[in-house]
């Protein structure tokens, strides 16, 4: 809109009055206005396109990693174990491309934002399952014998297959 109101501003009718004493340099202008906005709306989008395909989501059972570049690469890794939460939101525009942003809360209180994530429905799916899996498995216990309380005093100590007076004390389940 800027430049075609600058277009309009530079024709030879309101540019006689606008400058007078300069009637050469009219046409340069022009072009040169011309050529900067098609620049401009040439190289934002080139640049905006590059960025997203040198972009890499990548999850695993343990972690999420994203690599950024083309030519230098950078590269986060957050592991699944310490985020608190995720969420997901979808602009207006990013919605008919299915494209939209990914906040990766941690337990620390940070959050991260990661834009134009592709898919992001998807994604976000796929990130809660492994987050939810990673999750369950830092709860789970370690089985082993005589580790869980049904399996406790089972013909471990006794020759009846009771607990003795100082394992009792230990459980605190004195008699």
Not at 1 to 17: E, I
Not at 135 to 151: C, H, T
Not at 158 to 166: F, I, M, P, S
């Amino acid at each position: 809109m800027g430049a075609g109101a600058a277009l309009a501003r530079l024709q030879p009718v309101q540019y006689a009055s606008w400058a007078a004493d300069v009637p050469l340099l009219r046409e340069p202008a022009i072009v040169l206005l011309v050529t900067l906005v098609l620049f401009i709306e040439i190289l934002y989008p080139v640049r905006r396109t590059l960025q997203w395909a040198g972009t890499r989501y990548i999850l695993t059972s343990r972690r999420f990693v994203l690599r950024r570049g083309t030519l230098g690469r950078r590269s986060r890794e957050y592991l699944l174990t310490q985020v608190h939460s995720i969420e997901m939101r979808q602009k207006l525009r990013q919605r008919p491309v299915g494209s939209g942003e990914l906040d990766v809360h941690l337990q620390n209180g940070t959050l991260h934002t990661f834009h134009e994530v592709p898919c992001v429905a998807e994604f976000h799916a796929e990130v809660q399952t492994a987050w939810s899996h990673a999750l369950r498995a830092s709860f789970q216990q370690a089985p082993g014998p005589g580790y869980y309380a049904g399996q406790v005093g089972l013909g471990a100590n006794d020759d009846d297959g009771h607990l003795n007076g100082k394992e009792l004390r230990k459980l605190g389940r004195e008699q």
